[in-house]
């Protein structure tokens, strides 16, 4: 009996944590690493070893970041009444999340050490760019919300989704791979970055009323719920803009066609699916837009990869 309730325990315990890494999230971070590896594809630069290292870094550094924000927003007094928050709703001390979080980022360093040394960068001289940047990368995902003055609360979350997930992800990964920069790989990062930054959005917006009530100014809550929707628009019309330039150089015209032709009606599903959304004001409906454009994100990146690899 012991060992039952104890087993019961242990999975409650896990399903709270993996509430907390909030695995909606985790798709992006994936089709950014599968995006780095478009250009290696059509190079013949790919290499196994490298992108699950690089995919492991990825998603560490992502369920790094959900942890820091679940301990900063209970810090600072946001989303304490939310059942998917373990700080903020109380089921979990600060001290132990403090923790957690050294755990986790203990482990994004030894992903991102094995993933330079399997890159043949491992050494201080050659890698410390990249050292650097993980660094950043740490930095960013903790000053996000948990530092002393978090830019998050300023508005400047899609910023840096949109330098991470998008310029540092996908043209960061290109290179490690060899690959060279140029604007095919800039469009693709800067669609993926502007996604990411999209997804972020539909976030805000539907923690609005309450970001607004902790003091948590995001762009949501400067430009209000109307104004944030169109800047909605303008991140995936711009998203959509990249991608369709990146698909008529990269592929065939037929696929990029076709390719197109799918992307165009999506986005402006994506959109009127989150003005509906904001005039509903329905948490559960954002939670579904969250975790169905997140969905998409990774499927487009995997559809693209599959492309890549049957014609390269």
């Known amino acids: 009996m012991g060992f039952g309730w104890g087993g019961i325990v242990f999975s409650l315990s896990w399903r709270l944590w993996w509430q907390a890494a909030r695995p909606h999230t985790l798709p992006l971070a994936a089709a950014s690493v599968l995006l780095a590896a478009l250009p290696a594809w059509q190079q013949q630069r790919f290499q196994w070893p490298l992108f699950a290292a690089m995919l492991s870094t990825a998603l560490l550094l992502q369920i790094f970041a959900n942890l820091a924000n679940d301990y900063g927003d ?34 994004c360093v030894a992903s991102g050490a094995i993933l330079l040394f399997v890159s043949g960068l491992a050494g201080w001289q050659a890698g410390w760019p990249w050292w650097l940047a993980g660094a950043l990368s740490l930095a960013a995902a903790w000053h996000y919300t948990a530092g002393s003055r978090p830019y998050g609360y300023r508005g400047g979350g899609e910023a840096a989704v949109w330098l991470f997930f998008g310029l540092l992800a996908v043209c960061g990964g290109a290179l490690l791979y060899g690959c060279p920069l140029s604007w095919p790989l800039w469009a693709a990062a800067n669609a993926q970055g502007l ?14 009323d309450s970001d607004r009530a902790a003091g948590k100014y995001t762009v949501a809550v400067r430009l209000g719920r109307q104004r944030a929707v169109a800047y909605h628009a303008v991140l995936l019309g711009a998203a959509a803009v990249c991608w369709t330039a990146w698909l008529f150089h990269s592929l065939p015209f037929a696929a990029a066609l076709m390719a197109t032709a799918l992307l ?28 169905g454009f997140g969905r998409w994100i990774l499927l487009w990146a995997t559809c693209l990869a599959g492309v890549v690899w049957l014609v390269s």
Not at 76 to 83: E, K
Not at 195 to 208: E, G
């Open 74 to 107: 209970a810090r600072h007094g946001a989303d304490h009444a939310r059942s998917d928050r373990l700080c903020g709703s109380g089921r979990l001390g600060r001290p132990a999340m403090r923790r957690a979080l050294l755990c986790c980022g203990a482990l």
């Open 195 to 208: 996604w990411c930054a999209a997804v972020l959005n539909i976030n805000n917006l539907r923690d609005l």
């Open 264 to 291: 165009w009606p999506v986005s402006a599903g994506a959109w009127l699916a989150l003005r509906r959304a904001a005039r509903q004001g329905e948490r559960p409906v954002f939670h579904r837009l969250l975790a």
